[in-house]
């Protein structure tokens, strides 16, 4: 089996009242297209395509999706 990589991720933000925010690769945020995602120790941290941290969220997180790489070996 390949690679597992994050592709999506909803957590839990609140403003007057709490609601689910979606995460996504390929999506903006913060005026930059997310290009990866990366969890560690429950800290997800948003990249671009130059690599530069976007930003990170310490926030609970509800649902993560992932995405399976599949190298082929010809």
């Avoid at 909803?10 to 990866?36: C, H, N, Q, R």
């Avoid at 995602?37 to 509800?62: A, C, M, Q, S, Y």
């Amino acid at each position: 089996m390949g690679e597992k990589v994050i592709k999506s991720f909803e957590l839990i933000a609140e403003a007057t009242t709490p609601f689910i925010y979606k995460i996504e690769v390929g999506k903006e945020f913060g005026g930059e297209v997310v290009a990866d995602i990366i969890e560690h120790d429950g800290v997800f941290k948003l990249f671009n395509r130059h690599d530069e941290l976007i930003t990170e969220f310490f926030l609970p997180v509800v649902v993560i999706e992932y995405e399976h790489l599949v190298s082929e070996v010809l």
